[in-house]
């Protein structure tokens, strides 16, 4: 079972690379963020594999960091996701975006890869709640998030606050942060009119 490769890149397609490894190129499929890391042909790299073995086919799976390659196969014990829809969420969702699209019951986050449907997104939020690979990134403004609402998984008023600020333009990270900094000040009944405005003044001091 190959668990790691370090070689040199030969090429890199559309949604594979191929990678020399003393003259032996093995073919990885990767998501699109570990395709857009991945550095200049000839140069030296190290992927994380997943083998997959089935009767009729074996593939290699590549991942620039332990941590996708723990989401990938996280995200694979969900019913309707395989290894295609798999790479496609990692490809559309950072670890600390999809992390924070959990912790925050965000199946429209989830949504937004290829081939994911709303029942898909659903269960992928539902049935992760919780199990982050151990090591992954979680952006620290989800962990804020978590503890003041000590289940980790925010109520309705929370998340649409979340949805509303990411929408005006700041980074889920930044807009879940500041909602958490005003949790953990007012609690968790507040309005979520109100909470879109604190969090706007939070935002911009």
Not at 105 to 110: G, I, L
Not at 168 to 177: E, I, V
């Amino acid at each position: 079972m190959i668990g790691k490769l370090k070689g040199l890149v030969e090429s890199v397609a559309d949604d594979k690379a191929l990678i020399d490894v003393n003259g032996v190129c093995y073919e990885a499929h990767c998501s699109g963020r570990t395709l857009t890391a991945m550095p200049a042909k000839g140069e030296a790299v190290a992927l994380f594999i997943e083998t997959y073995v089935r009767e009729d086919q074996l593939k290699l799976f590549g991942f620039i960091s332990e941590s996708e390659k723990q989401w990938f196969l996280l995200l694979m014990t969900v019913q309707g996701v395989g290894a295609k829809v798999a790479l496609a969420i990692l490809s559309t969702l950072s670890a600390s975006e999809l992390s924070s699209s959990i912790a925050l019951q965000d199946k429209a986050m989830v949504g937004r890869a290829p081939g994911v449907g709303p029942k898909v997104a659903q269960r992928i939020v539902s049935e992760l709640k919780g199990k982050a690979p151990v090591g992954g990134a979680i952006d620290a403004g989800v962990h804020g998030l978590q503890e003041a609402l000590g289940e980790g998984v925010a109520t309705g008023n929370i998340a649409d606050a979340v949805s509303a600020l990411t929408n005006l333009g700041y980074a889920q990270a930044q807009a879940s942060a500041a909602v958490a900094r005003i949790v953990a000040k007012e609690g968790d009944d507040v309005e979520t009119e109100k909470l879109i405005r604190m969090g706007l003044k939070e935002l911009s001091s």
